[in-house]
């Protein structure tokens, strides 16, 4: 299991089977995002398309297997018994899911390294205090801008909404929400350490993927 850095930030790709363009397998397209540059993956099913367990278990191991190949963190979204069954490095979680000190006691007493954790932050009232936050590697804000990757996603931040949380914290920063090739240009000079991202990967054709990966990291 790897250890948190923050330079696992830079190009950061949020993937469940929902996210990609109908017939791709996941696994080919996280091995080929992951041969393209991505920094790391977060596996994250949603909505009405999600599988059953056992296929999420066996998608979950798949990515363990391809993420470990190119030595990149596996970050499992909300689902901690998953994250200790496939062995991921670290759990994203939001809000309204498990809490911060139920989550490090429950990875503490059944593991021997636990994976290190990520909270969604998108306004100043959300952020924990001192204590908690120390458990957290990073903190992930937004919606940045627009998005139509996420059912249930907050208010749009935008901008003036990141500098918030960028003032009230000294975790590292991952930018979500509608980053793309196009509007990262309005991030580069914000100290954050990397973006999140779905469809700007997910929906892109796959022999661009270098080049855009290597656009939405140019900066950081
Ligand atoms: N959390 C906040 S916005 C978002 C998540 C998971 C969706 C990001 O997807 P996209 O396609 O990069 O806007
Ligand atoms: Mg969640």
New binding site residues.
């Given amino acids: 299991m790897l250890k948190f850095e923050t330079n696992m930030l830079q190009c950061y790709l949020v993937v469940g089977r929902q996210d990609l363009k109908p017939g791709t397998d996941i696994l080919e397209f996280v091995a080929t995002a992951l041969a393209s540059g991505v920094t790391a993956v977060q596996y994250r099913e949603k909505g009405l398309m999600a599988p059953n367990d056992t296929t999420k278990q066996a998608i979950a191991l798949g990515l363990r297997r391809v993420t470990k190949q190119y030595n990149v963190p596996l970050i499992i979204?909300?689902d901690w018994q998953l994250a200790l069954q496939c062995q991921a490095d670290g759990i994203h979680?939001?809000q309204?899911?498990v809490k911060v000190t139920e989550l490090v006691n429950i990875l503490t007493q059944r593991s021997l390294r636990p994976p290190f954790i990520g909270l969604s932050v998108s306004t100043p009232e959300q952020m924990p205090n001192a204590t908690i936050a120390s458990h957290l590697s990073y903190i992930g804000s937004g919606p940045i801008f627009a998005t139509n990757s996420k059912q249930d996603a907050d208010p749009v931040i935008g901008i003036a909404g990141l500098r918030k949380i960028i003032a009230i914290t000294n975790l590292p920063i991952v930018a979500i929400g509608g980053i793309d090739y196009n509007n990262i240009q309005y991030l580069k000079n914000l100290p954050i350490s990397g973006v999140a991202i779905i469809s700007a990967l997910t929906k892109a054709p796959i022999n661009k993927l270098p080049t855009i990966v290597q656009q939405l990291k140019f900066n950081f």
């Fill in positions: 979204d909300d979680i939001g309204s899911d």
